[in-house]
């Protein structure tokens, strides 16, 4: 089966870091790239960075750079995305979902394979 | 940033024609995607590139762009459509992925 399996729920501190997890099955791992994506109650869907699961290249969302890293473990076919300095505006769900090009080198720009999400709260 | 702007809510009987807006500046110019996403669960792509489908979405979804403003079009709706339905493009100037607000259909 087709999915994308991500960790369970998270409960931080501000100042602490998360990590979520997204691990892949049914599908070739490296062959597509992985973006993550978080909704904050009641706000819109934000995109944050992609990893390409072939070549490990990310890029990231300008507000988030040099607070967010994206990785990936090809033998595990899984992926993460660690956010540090947490304050009570990161409190959202966590998407990673699968760009649906089957070829990591390009991109479609759009996501045709989701993870159900991490709720991850930050709160003192 | 590039703004997607969505209306909050639209509302249909069951067996009309549901019709969401998505707004942006020239997004004809864009390739524009469509989620559907119930409560507690993840987005699902429903349309893609303006206007295509993935396998195992109903003919009943449809897409369309021109000018200012995508639509995304729901035929002979039904209870089991009732989500929330946001829009997608990819912005070439900053190079990341723009998401609409997201609009909830109500199925009357």
């Known amino acids: 089966q087709v999915q994308l399996v991500q960790s369970g729920a998270e409960v931080k501190k501000p100042g602490a870091s998360v990590k979520v997890s997204c691990k892949a099955s049914g599908y070739i791992f490296t062959n597509h790239v992985i973006n993550w994506v978080r909704q904050a109650p009641g706000q819109r869907l934000e995109w944050m960075g992609w990893i390409s699961a072939g070549n490990g290249n990310t890029k990231y969302l300008q507000k988030f750079q040099g607070r967010v890293t994206i990785t990936r473990d090809t033998s595990t076919s899984t992926s993460y995305l660690e956010l540090n300095s947490l304050r009570s505006e990161d409190t959202a769900v966590y998407y990673c979902t699968r760009d649906a090009s089957p070829d990591s080198r390009f991109s479609f720009w759009y996501f045709d394979l989701w993870g159900r999400g991490t709720l991850v709260t930050v709160s003192s | 940033s590039y703004v997607l702007t969505q209306p909050p809510s639209v509302s249909v009987a069951p067996g009309q024609t549901a019709k969401i807006t998505c707004g942006g500046s020239?997004?004809?110019?864009?390739?524009v995607h469509w989620y559907q996403q119930k409560p507690g669960q993840a987005p699902v792509l429903v349309v893609y590139?303006?206007?295509d489908r993935p396998s195992g979405i109903p003919e009943r979804f449809s897409g369309s762009n021109s000018g200012n403003t995508a639509t995304l079009t729901i035929s002979w709706v039904e209870v089991g459509d009732e989500a929330d339905f946001c829009c997608q493009v990819w912005d070439n100037n900053t190079d990341h992925a723009v998401f609409g607000g997201g609009t909830k259909l109500t199925v009357l």
């Open positions: 590139d303006d206007g």
């Open positions: 020239d997004i004809g110019n864009k390739n």
